[in-house]
């Protein structure tokens, strides 16, 4: 069996989906009283409860084979420092501690883009750029830098985990409506009247989850990979938007 955690966002329930056409019988890890109607597939279990629970999540990955750790709490707003902090470092660590205890084959965390330390405008980063919280801005950042670390400590010392660090996922089946999904409605609807300079390396969600299940198979403990799409700005991306909607 595999186990899902943060089922209901928009890798998680493109990746059940996905997963479950593939003949997998999944345990899908959503919050109380998320909506679940996306999920009215055959082979898919809810468990309802949060990742910060330790009990929980060692009771979650009993009799499961390989982890996607997906859920975490997205927020630039320092006020949320303590609450990102919680979910994204302390559930993981919940999460590494209950694939230790119950034997887990494979956990495959996914971490962002923005747990890299942070280079100089116009450099390149690779897989080969180091993680330092105290060298990446944001709540977020480093939140997420924080938590590659202990994923990666723990591979080291057996675990079999690998890091997945997507880029700026776009896409279908955003049910829950990201940032961008909302930039999107905004658009389409009319509302959007401002935009800004700038552009973002963005991905498709169907790629990032593509992705994941090759990882599951085919990466080896400790190795870290950047799941990038393509460069686009902000400028092309509202014209394209304008192309669609007219």
């Given at each position: 069996?595999?186990?899902?955690?943060?089922?209901?966002?928009?890798?998680?329930?493109?990746?059940?989906?996905?997963l479950?056409?593939?003949?997998?019988?999944?345990?899908?890890?959503v919050?109380?009283?998320?909506?679940?109607s996306?999920?009215?597939?055959?082979?898919?279990?809810?468990?309802?409860?949060?990742?910060?629970?330790?009990?929980?999540?060692?009771k979650?990955?009993?009799?499961i084979?390989?982890?996607?750790?997906?859920?975490?709490?997205?927020?630039?707003?320092?006020?949320?420092?303590?609450?990102?902090?919680?979910?994204?470092?302390?559930?993981t660590?919940?999460?590494?501690?209950?694939c230790k205890?119950?034997h887990?084959?494979k956990?495959?965390?996914?971490s962002s883009?923005?747990?890299f330390?942070e280079l100089?405008?116009?450099?390149?980063?690779?897989?080969?750029?180091?993680?330092?919280?105290?060298?990446?801005?944001g709540?977020?950042?480093?939140?997420k830098?924080?938590?590659v670390l202990?994923?990666?400590?723990?591979?080291r010392?057996?675990?079999?985990?690998v890091v997945?660090?997507?880029?700026?996922?776009?896409?279908?089946?955003?049910?829950?409506?990201?940032?961008?999904?909302?930039?999107i409605?905004?658009f389409a609807?009319?509302?959007?009247?401002?935009?800004?300079?700038?552009?973002?390396?963005?991905?498709?969600?169907r790629?990032?989850?593509r992705?994941?299940?090759?990882?599951?198979?085919k990466?080896?403990?400790g190795?870290?990979?950047?799941?990038?799409?393509?460069?686009?700005?902000?400028?092309?991306l509202i014209d394209?938007?304008?192309?669609?909607t007219?």
């Amino acid at each position: 069996m595999i186990l899902v955690t943060g089922a209901s966002g928009h890798v998680g329930n493109v990746l059940v989906r996905e997963l479950v056409n593939r003949g997998e019988k999944i345990r899908a890890i959503v919050l109380p009283g998320e909506d679940v109607s996306m999920f009215k597939l055959d082979r898919v279990e809810i468990l309802r409860g949060d990742i910060r629970d330790r009990d929980f999540v060692i009771k979650a990955c009993e009799g499961i084979e390989t982890v996607y750790h997906l859920a975490a709490l997205i927020s630039i707003m320092p006020t949320m420092k303590k609450q990102v902090r919680s979910v994204n470092v302390g559930g993981t660590e919940n999460v590494i501690h209950a694939c230790k205890v119950k034997h887990v084959g494979k956990l495959i965390y996914t971490s962002s883009i923005h747990a890299f330390t942070e280079l100089e405008p116009g450099s390149v980063i690779d897989e080969n750029v180091s993680f330092n919280p105290a060298r990446t801005s944001g709540v977020y950042g480093k939140s997420k830098a924080e938590a590659v670390l202990n994923v990666l400590t723990a591979a080291r010392e057996g675990l079999n985990a690998v890091v997945l660090c997507p880029t700026g996922i776009i896409g279908p089946f955003d049910y829950k409506l990201s940032e961008m999904g909302n930039m999107i409605r905004l658009f389409a609807t009319g509302k959007l009247r401002v935009g800004i300079e700038g552009s973002f390396d963005f991905v498709d969600v169907r790629d990032v989850v593509r992705s994941e299940i090759e990882a599951s198979i085919k990466a080896k403990a400790g190795e870290v990979y950047i799941l990038g799409g393509e460069v686009i700005s902000i400028r092309e991306l509202i014209d394209i938007l304008h192309q669609l909607t007219g």
